[in-house]
């Protein structure tokens, strides 16, 4: 079972997303509300897969994968956006992202996204 750290300033997303990926056969492993605990809890962890906000108080999420791929060059994020942030999920690419999902999104682009990106390499 793939375990998934998920990181988002809203509770609501958090709970939303951790159903859907449970329901999915994932394994939520760690939640965080910002990009700063995220990045420790990525740390102390170690997930397989990283669900990761951009826009959120203390680090944002651009700044929150830069600081989880400088520690682990191989670490998995894929960054979750709202409409509107094309520069941003563009910004976060260059950074090491491995996918983006744009909000609001339907569950299969979710796992199918998940699916693909745990099985590279």
Request: charge should be negative.
């Amino acid at each position: 079972m793939r375990k998934v750290l998920i990181v988002d300033d809203a509770a609501f997303m958090r709970m939303v997303i951790k159903k859907l990926l449970e329901n999915n056969g994932f394994e939520v492993i760690g939640e965080a509300e910002n990009g700063e605990i995220g990045v420790e809890k990525y740390k102390e962890l170690r997930p397989d897969l990283v669900t990761m906000d951009i826009t959120m108080p203390q680090m944002t999420g651009i700044e929150a994968l830069k600081a989880i791929r400088e520690f682990d060059d191989k670490a998995k994020v894929v960054m979750v956006s709202a409409m509107g942030q094309e520069v941003m999920v563009k910004e976060a690419i260059l950074y090491g992202a491995k996918s983006f999902i744009v909000k609001p999104y339907k569950e299969e682009q979710v796992i199918e996204t998940l699916v693909k990106i745990d099985a590279m390499d």
